[in-house]
């Protein structure tokens, strides 16, 4: 039970760590959306851009995250120690989900409503913003919901470049070998992110339309 | 579901007449007082891949005010390319398509595609819409004012049969097959265009309620007078609606008759057709 009173020795710590956390997965996935959701749409129109954003996407999906933060740091303006070069690295994760989810959703859409759309006298525009997208918007949001607990958990690892965070505490817990340090890390986190998960499942079956 | 033939055409007189001689007055420059409605010159159409495979190959008809044209033929004979090619969402390959005197390729086809109305047979009604929005949306696109649009989505669903009490605030997952049927027809009435495209509109329902909706259209198209192009692969329903029936095969006119006179064409093709009658128990010959 050493861990329980570790946790209520350290409530205050953990619970500004809890937030500093929170506040770089908000920033880095407003970003995330603010950049995936528009390039979505662009790739749907446009096919020669869709193999490049998909697959640069991918790409960055798969270097290891600890790796992804060595490589920014010694990047100019974006890169650093702290927190700018984490939410950076976030963004990045984030973008493939939702990018990919924005494609997959304006694109699966019954094609007898884009035909009966288009010859009724929709714009293009029309088509996108009154047809596509509202009816893509579970699907794009079930991508914000997969990047966000991604990004909550590769946001513990920003620490190791001194961002904070619930990292913080499992980089000195692995340090020290301390099983409550790395708990008082991990268990925030987990919570977050099944908390997370939770409300924006919630939001996606509102906004699903069958 | 019950129903009765002359809901199609409850208050469609009362609006019909002062509408029309409006829409009259408003389009005369657009020429709709041309006899020829829609006119197809000579028009091939092939998909753009490395076989150039013909859909359609040297199409001439025409189809005048009023009529009701049912292009009939096989599945892959190139009857829905005909009636993509009159809103142009297919352009022609050779030759030209001109709707009210003008060329598809010189038509504005968001303006062009306002004055037809589209029924396909999934309807494609828009799911997050209900059923009010999706009757609206023509109406909506052309910024008729609120009062209109509303006046207009309860005659239009009092015109194919539906309560719009009942039913204006209903998704269409909410409907069976049929009454999204009738939803997609009251739809494309909404802002009463001059020209009508149905692609196989009552295919996908079932038997009864087919006989149903098609019985109620015939008398509501006689009503409406509207040019209507019908495309469908069974022969009854075309002698049911058509003024005309212009038979396709591979992509090319093999008759345009009268559907009196159809049944006595001597082609093979049309006697295929005639056969599909005929293999019906009890169906006359």
Redesign the interface.
């Known amino acids: 039970m050493s861990g329980w009173i570790f946790f209520t020795e350290h409530r205050d710590e953990i619970l500004s760590a809890t937030l500093d956390h929170l506040t770089l997965v908000v920033i880095a996935m407003v970003i995330a959306i603010l950049i995936g959701v528009p390039l979505g749409m662009l790739i749907v129109q446009r096919p020669a851009l869709r193999t490049i954003a998909l697959g640069v996407a991918s790409i960055f999906q798969t270097i290891p995250s600890l790796a992804l933060f060595g490589f920014l740091i010694p990047i100019p303006f974006i890169g650093g120690i702290g927190k700018r070069t984490a939410i950076v690295a976030l963004v990045l994760y984030a973008l493939l989900p939702i990018l990919r989810n924005t494609y997959v959703g304006l694109t699966g859409i019954d094609p007898a409503v884009l035909e009966a759309a288009e010859a009724m006298g929709m714009t293009p525009a029309q088509i996108l913003f009154r047809v596509r997208f509202p009816l893509a918007l579970a699907v794009i949001l079930a991508g914000v919901r997969t990047a966000t607990i991604i990004t909550i958990g590769v946001a513990t690892i920003a620490a190791a470049i001194g961002a904070g965070g619930l990292g913080t505490f499992i980089f000195r817990g692995v340090a020290l070998v301390s099983d409550a340090l790395i708990l008082a890390g991990a268990i925030p986190a987990a919570l977050l992110a099944l908390l997370a998960d939770f409300l924006l499942g919630l939001l996606e079956r509102r906004l699903k339309v069958t | 579901m019950r129903h009765n033939f002359s809901a199609w055409g409850r208050g469609e007189l009362e609006w019909s007449l002062p509408v029309l001689r409006l829409s009259i007055e408003m389009k005369t420059k657009t020429a709709l007082s041309a006899k020829k409605n829609i006119e197809f010159r000579e028009v091939s159409f092939h998909i753009n891949d490395i076989l150039k495979r013909l859909i359609v190959s040297g199409v001439s008809l025409e189809v005048p005010e009023g009529e009701t044209v049912v292009l009939l033929g096989r599945s892959g004979s190139g009857k829905t390319t005909l009636l993509k090619l009159i809103?142009g969402?297919l352009l022609p390959t050779e030759g030209e398509v001109l709707i009210q005197g003008r060329s598809t390729r010189d038509w504005d086809?968001?303006?062009?595609?306002?004055g037809?109305g589209?029924v396909?047979?999934?309807?494609?009604?828009?799911?997050?819409y209900t059923v009010a929005e999706n009757v609206a949306?023509?109406p909506n696109?052309e910024r008729w004012d609120a009062a209109r649009t509303a006046a207009r989505v309860q005659e239009m669903l009092q015109l194919v049969g539906l309560d719009p009490g009942e039913f204006e605030n209903r998704h269409p997952?909410e409907l069976s097959g049929g009454q999204r049927q009738r939803v997609?027809v009251a739809?494309a009435l909404a802002a009463d265009p001059p020209i009508l495209?149905m692609d196989e509109p009552f295919g996908a329902l079932d038997p009864v309620i087919r006989a149903e909706l098609q019985g109620e259209f015939s008398a509501l198209a006689r009503r409406l007078g509207k040019t209507i192009v019908f495309v469908t692969h069974d022969l009854r329903e075309a002698l049911l609606l058509a003024s005309r029936i212009v038979l396709l095969e591979a992509g090319r006119i093999v008759a345009n008759a009268t559907p009196q006179e159809f049944l006595r064409l001597d082609h093979p093709e049309v006697r295929a057709f005639r056969s599909s009658l005929n293999a019906m128990p009890g169906a006359p010959a």
């Open positions: 809103n969402m086809l968001t303006r062009l595609r306002r037809i589209y396909i047979q999934d309807a494609g009604l828009f799911p997050h949306l023509v696109l997952r997609g739809r495209l």
